[in-house]
């Protein structure tokens, strides 16, 4: 089992910035890429980024690309997901998650079988 515990949310103005991160402990070395996820109010999760555990490769949802950057440290067992140029759509709970499916960094919900309790973003405007 791995364990995924996030933090770094928080109430910020427009435009301002947020760094999230995202702790896992447990079975962590049977984890090939971790991703963030984000759900808002009366919507479906969508995906955020994701990150290779080892090589550090990325992927974005157009969203967030040249505005959000995920990364990692391997000793720390910590992703982090920087978030800079914040507007008030970005509002949601973020979800840290993670997984070891064949897929290299999948941007569907079902490739991660581990998941964070989530963390609140709110972006005023």
């Known amino acids: 089992q791995v364990q995924l515990v996030e933090s770094g949310g928080g109430l910020v103005q427009a435009g301002g910035s947020l760094r999230l991160f995202c702790a896992a402990s447990g079975r962590s070395f049977s984890i090939y890429y971790m991703g963030w996820f984000r759900q808002a109010p009366g919507k479906e999760r969508e995906f955020v980024a994701a990150?290779?555990?080892?090589?550090?490769?990325?992927n974005y949802a157009d969203s967030v690309k040249g505005r959000f950057a995920v990364s990692r440290d391997n000793a720390k067992n910590t992703v982090y997901l920087q978030m800079n140029g914040l507007k008030p759509e970005d509002t949601a709970v973020y979800y840290c998650?993670?997984?070891?499916?064949?897929?290299?960094?999948?941007?569907?919900?079902?490739?991660?079988?581990?998941w964070g309790q989530g963390t609140q973003v709110t972006v005023s405007s």
């Open positions: 998650a993670a997984g070891n499916s064949v897929e290299y960094l999948p941007t569907r919900g079902t490739r991660y079988g581990y």
């Open positions: 990150i290779r555990w080892s090589g550090g490769n990325t």
